[in-house]
C-alpha cells in the first residue's frame, strides 16, 4: 500500500515550457488535492476535485489546469511555466465520506522555473 | 473565504519544556480543525485534528484546545524532545466548503537538546 505518490520528484524548467506533475493514490479515495507550498506562506490550495469526474478550483488556481484521469490519478498540468510557479507542489487525498476528513498527502515535487 | 492566522512563526524550546502553538480562523462555519507536522523535506503528516463539538482532545504528549467563541485554537506540546524538531501547520475548513482546507502559514518549532 504506498498510498500517495507523486512523479516527478525534481523539475527544472526553462521558462514557457509545458510540464505535466502526475499523482496517484491507491487507497481508493474519493477526493483529489493539489497544493503548493512556498516558503512562509504555508500550503495553498490551487485545485481539488471532490469526486472522480469533478474539478473545481481552490485559492490559487491560475496558469494551472487539472485532469481527473480516473478514481487512482489526478495530473495538474502547467502549460506555459513562469518563475512565480517555482514551489513545492504537494497532492493530497481523502476518503470522501461525510466522517473522514483527514487528507494524506503524497512526498511532493519540487519544481524550479528558471 | 476562510482565513487562518498561526504564530508565532518560529519556536525555540529547551528539551523537556512545553510549546504552545495557536491559530485563529476567521469563518464561524469552521468545524474541523487539524494539525499536521512537516520534518525537513518531508510531506505534512497529520498529528492531531478536533471537531467543534469537542473543547480539547489529548494524544500522549499533544493536545490541541478549541475555544469556538473565540475563533481560536492550539496545539499543546509537553516533554519536548529533539525529534519534535520540525515545521507545524494549523488548518480550518469551514462546513459547506466542500471539505477544503485553509492552511496557517506554518511555525518553526527547533528542540535544543
Known amino acids: 500500500n504506498a498510498g500517495v505518490t507523486q512523479t516527478p520528484k525534481f523539475q527544472v524548467l526553462k521558462t514557457g515550457q509545458s510540464m505535466t506533475l502526475q499523482c496517484a493514490q491507491d487507497m481508493n479515495h474519493n477526493s483529489m488535492y493539489w497544493y503548493r507550498q512556498d516558503p512562509g506562506m504555508g500550503l495553498r490550495l490551487i485545485y481539488y476535485?471532490?469526486?472522480?469526474?469533478?474539478?473545481d478550483k481552490g485559492e490559487v488556481p491560475n496558469g494551472y489546469n487539472v485532469s481527473r484521469l480516473n478514481k487512482r490519478e489526478f495530473s495538474l498540468r502547467l502549460e506555459s511555466a513562469a518563475p512565480s510557479q517555482t514551489s513545492v507542489y504537494f497532492c493530497a487525498s481523502r476518503s470522501g465520506t461525510m466522517s473522514s476528513y483527514e487528507q494524506y498527502f503524497g512526498p511532493g515535487t519540487r519544481l524550479t522555473v528558471t | 473565504g476562510e482565513n487562518v492566522e498561526q504564530h508565532p512563526s518560529t519556536l525555540s524550546v529547551q528539551e523537556g519544556d512545553s510549546a504552545v502553538i495557536k491559530c485563529t480562523y476567521s469563518?464561524?462555519?469552521?468545524?474541523?480543525f487539524p494539525w499536521y507536522k512537516q520534518e525537513l523535506g518531508k510531506r505534512p503528516q497529520l498529528i492531531i485534528d478536533i471537531r467543534s463539538n469537542v473543547g480539547e482532545k489529548k494524544d500522549q504528549r499533544i493536545a490541541v484546545t478549541l475555544n469556538k467563541t473565540a475563533k481560536h485554537f492550539s496545539l499543546h506540546i509537553t516533554e519536548t524532545q529533539p525529534e519534535d524538531s520540525a515545521v507545524y501547520f494549523c488548518?480550518?475548513?469551514?462546513?459547506?466548503?466542500?471539505?477544503?482546507?485553509?492552511f496557517g502559514k506554518g511555525t518553526l518549532l527547533t528542540v535544543n537538546p
Open positions: 476535485s471532490a469526486s472522480e469526474g469533478t474539478t
Open positions: 488548518a480550518a475548513m469551514p462546513w459547506g466548503s466542500n471539505y477544503k482546507l485553509t
Open positions: 469563518d464561524s462555519a469552521s468545524n474541523y
